[in-house]
């Protein structure tokens, strides 16, 4: 008998009973193993097969009626915890949550079969409402039908399991601890793969404070609550202005989504695994704007941030056919009234309570005698009017900032540094020194050439004394022609000599002035890219660069379409650079916020670009306190006109289907009407109308989904500030 076979032989009962307890407590450590070899012994006559199946429900239900427990009393936390320790985030609770919701207690007989769903569906059981006795008498056949599968798959396979024991014991050591070492492994390998997933889900958030702000701004944003239809019976609450799209309907509803708007998923699973799914997967299809909501539904709640109600549509129909009777049909609705599968397990006795409702309203609608038809009351929408204002125009484009003059300073002379004479980027002024060479070879390259020239002036005044001598004495015929001519000529060549021996001169000097590395212009020198010590040279690369950034030179491109409306505006170069002198250029920085001092446009590329299709444009910002620097990305704004008298409406007034926008529009009968327009550029925000709105109209800004066409509603006035920087582009 092996190792193993003695100690379960041994502490029988006790293992089992731990094994399964750990099991379905949430702990990722099988109990199968145990319970097949328990059913193994059985087949030897070493172990009491009705005392391992009582032993294994017993632990069932204990671990179950303490999930139970805290299911019942604390909800949504446990659900969360839950999904915050298993090894599949997020998935185990929603699975779980879809099967019980369609199959019911009926679920729970198979749930310990599958891995991570026994551990979720009896707090999910606590929450919905069902009765502890329903449950557990449910929840123990379910055990019992786990526990006996396994014990008697053990018994009939005993023959097989001994033979892998035996294999087992043959391998030496431990089994025990191999057994342990295995388990240890695949914990490892499932938090691995937990943790790889989160990597990958891994994106940018945004937080609800944020995502309220831009709400109460005005600004259009896409709001998808992903929770399960589950999910919402349970917490039949939406943020205000969402739109429940579950999961498994985002692939055929995506054509719905606007692609011009942000959108923002939300779901209460912790992480945000689900939501952060669903954002990658719409990136992917080509909707860029998209971020998951940090912490989900639960962070809005916290904060106490507006809710709205959620009715499904089959429990909107009956409530609405409810508030159209007599009164006395509304005891019926304080009823739990269930709207699932025959055995939904929201609410205990749901098959009979739906029965019961079902023939109490048949039978009351078609025998009372009909009243007065009691409407609902008209919806609540905010509304804003259609107003006129001055709006400037702007035209924006990426831009990225460099000096006005950029010297690149290298040596001009070979040798090593021996100094650095200025402080990266510091402001220098022309003539700073920069870098100092070694000047001794230079030195005493001067003192040479100065001495060859020395040289060169003694011989050429010997020879000009020789051409002086001899001139009378070739008259007299005292020397020959010949003597003379030789005498002139070597006097020439001594003044010739004497030229060049000045040039090393100046040379030499030259080189020992290049010694010292000045800054040609005003302006701040960059990181060296030379250290001292270092040999560096002509051929040796930049040492460093000076700038001047004060003014500051933006280059941005415009496209070629862009210059052909312009050059149709303003037909003569004259007039084009007046325009363009009269131009506002703005710089917005990375930040959002506005540079203080406006530019100018400075020059423009002198052809479009053949592989870019745009003209380069350059502009000038004054930098007095060297705020900008050189490699800045920005945004260049150019305020190119002033429309006067332009309707507005904010953007989330503005719905968009397939490419057309439209508006609902509210007439002085308090009746809604569905208004197409055409619309034009943004300003703050807020959205400049073309065609088809007037001033004074009231359009519906909160409230769009409530409405349709033709229908009475109820008005207040949008609480958030509507004409918010009219007209600054921000």
């Known amino acids: 008998m092996s190792q193993a076979s003695e100690f379960l032989v041994k502490h029988g009962l006790p293992l089992v009973f731990g094994a399964v307890f750990v099991e379905q407590m949430g702990l990722p450590l ?3 193993p145990w319970l097949l070899a328990a059913g193994a012994l059985c087949a030897t006559g070493q172990f009491n097969l009705a005392l391992g199946l009582l032993v294994t429900v017993l632990a069932c239900l204990l671990a179950d009626a303490f999930w139970f427990y805290l299911g019942r009393h604390r909800g949504g936390q446990v659900l969360g915890l839950l999904c915050r320790i298993s090894l599949e985030p997020d998935s185990c609770v929603r699975r779980t949550q879809n099967m019980f919701t369609r199959y019911g207690l009926r679920g729970v007989l198979v749930a310990k079969f599958v891995p991570g769903l026994s551990t979720v569906i009896p707090p999910l059981a606590g ?7 329903r449950f557990l008498l449910v929840d123990g056949l379910g055990s019992l039908l786990y526990g006996g599968c396994f014990i008697f798959l053990g018994y009939f396979f005993s023959n097989q399991i001994q033979q892998i024991t035996a294999a087992l014991a043959s391998i030496g050591g431990n089994t025990l601890s191999l057994i342990i070492g295995a388990v240890v492994l695949y914990i490892g390998y499932k938090y691995w793969q937990r943790h790889r997933l989160l990597r990958e889900l891994r994106m940018g958030r945004i937080t609800v404070d944020e995502l309220r702000r831009k709400q109460e701004a005005g600004e259009e944003v896409v709001l998808l609550d992903l929770r399960s239809s589950a999910d919402l019976a349970l917490d039949p609450s939406l943020i205000r202005g969402a739109r429940h799209l ?27 695994v689900s939501s952060a799914r669903v954002a990658l997967m719409l990136q992917r299809r ?4 998209v971020r998951p909501l940090l912490g989900g539904i639960d962070a809005w709640r916290e904060q106490k941030y507006p809710m709205e109600a959620w009715l499904s549509d089959v429990a909107t129909t009956v409530k609405t056919v409810l508030e159209n009777r007599e009164p006395p049909v509304a005891n019926l609705t304080s009823a ?13 006795g749901s098959a009979e309570i739906k029965v019961l409702l079902a ?7 078609a025998g009372c005698k009909p009243k007065a038809h009691l409407p609902p009351p008209p919806p609540l929408v905010e509304v804003v009017p259609v107003t006129q204002a001055d709006v400037p125009i702007y035209h924006e484009w990426i831009g990225v900032l460099d000096g006005l003059v950029n010297a690149t300073i290298r040596a001009q002379v070979t040798g090593y540094l021996v100094t650095q004479d200025y402080h990266e980027g510091n402001p220098i002024k022309k003539g700073d020194l920069l870098f100092q060479i070694d000047p001794r070879p230079f030195k005493a390259a001067l003192d040479q050439a100065k001495g060859l020239l020395a040289q060169a002036e003694a011989k050429s005044g010997k020879t000009e004394l020789d051409v002086r001598r001899y001139r009378p004495l070739v008259k007299d015929k005292a020397i020959s022609q010949e003597e003379y001519d030789d005498a002139v000529q070597a006097d020439l060549e001594a003044k010739a000599a004497v030229v060049s021996a000045k040039a090393e001169v100046e040379q030499a000097q030259l080189n020992l002035e290049f010694t010292r590395i000045t800054s040609p212009i005003d302006g701040i020198a960059s990181i060296a890219k ?12 930049e040492l460093t660069t000076v700038s001047t950034i004060n003014p500051i030179k933006v280059y941005y491109r415009i ?8 050059t149709k505006l303003f037909s003569t170069e004259t007039d084009r650079i007046e325009r363009l002198k009269q131009l506002e250029i703005e710089l917005v920085l990375t930040d959002g916020t506005v540079y203080p001092l406006k530019g100018q446009i400075y020059a423009a590329g002198r052809q479009i670009g053949p592989t870019t299709g745009a003209l380069r444009v350059e502009a000038l910002f004054p930098n007095p306190g060297n705020a900008l620097r050189p490699g800045e990305f920005a945004r260049v704004r150019v305020k190119f006109d002033l429309r006067h008298d332009t309707p507005l409406v904010p953007q989330r007034a503005v719905s968009e289907l397939q490419g057309s926008y439209q508006v609902v529009v509210v007439d002085a009968d308090n009746k809604v009407h569905i208004q197409p327009v055409r619309v034009g550029d943004k300003s703050g925000n807020l959205w400049i109308i073309e065609e088809g709105l007037h001033p004074g109209q009231r359009v519906v800004v909160e409230g769009i989904q409530k409405v349709r066409e033709g229908m009475l509603v109820n008005t207040t006035n949008f609480t958030a500030e509507f004409a918010s920087k009219v007209g600054t582009g921000n």
């Open 246 to 272: 579950a999961m498994d309907q985002i692939d055929s509803h995506q054509h719905t989504l606007p692609r011009d708007r942000e959108i923002i998923v939300y779901c209460s699973c912790p992480n945000e």
């Open 559 to 566: 496209t070629e379409q862009a210059y052909i409306n312009f």
């Open 286 to 289: 080509g909707f860029t704007r």
């Open 530 to 541: 030379a250290q001292i010590g270092d040999l560096v040279g002509p051929a040796s690369g």
């Open 336 to 348: 739990p009234l269930s709207l699932g599968s025959e055995d939904h397990p929201a609410k205990s």
């Open 359 to 365: 023939a109490a309203a048949v039978l009351w609608v």
């Open 30 to 32: 099988p109990a199968l």
């Open 127 to 133: 929450m919905t409402g069902i009765s502890a006795g």
